[in-house]
């Protein structure tokens, strides 16, 4: 809604992964045990009306990924705040500010 539609994203990503890698369990007798992986994510995101950069960050845990975050920044309209340089708007859609 706020950004328009249709919706349409790019081909231009940036991600990190993180993690996968092998520790020693403290709570079961130091036994090695797989790290979950991380992914960080960023791409931009444009409707009729605005734009916006998605953030994700999703964890794979027992095979399978959960979204700890989802969220778009929305650019706000200079103009129509009357400040130069008008902070987006941040939506979360899954998750929230303490992530």
Do not use: C, W
């Not at 999703?58 to 650019?75: M, P, S």
Request: charge should be positive; glycine fraction near 10%; hydrophobic fraction near 45%.
């Amino acid at each position: 809604e706020v950004l328009g539609a249709p919706l349409a994203g790019s081909d231009l990503r940036a991600y990190v992964v993180t993690g996968g890698g092998l520790y020693l369990s403290r709570k079961a007798a130091f036994r090695p045990k797989l790290r979950s992986r991380r992914m960080l994510m960023l791409f931009p995101l444009r409707g009729s009306e605005r734009s916006g950069l998605v953030s994700l960050e999703v964890k794979k845990k027992e095979g399978r990924y959960a979204f700890k975050l989802l969220a778009v920044d929305v650019a706000r309209d200079a103009a129509v705040l009357g400040a130069p340089h008008a902070q987006p708007a941040r939506i979360y859609v899954q998750g929230n500010e303490s992530i």
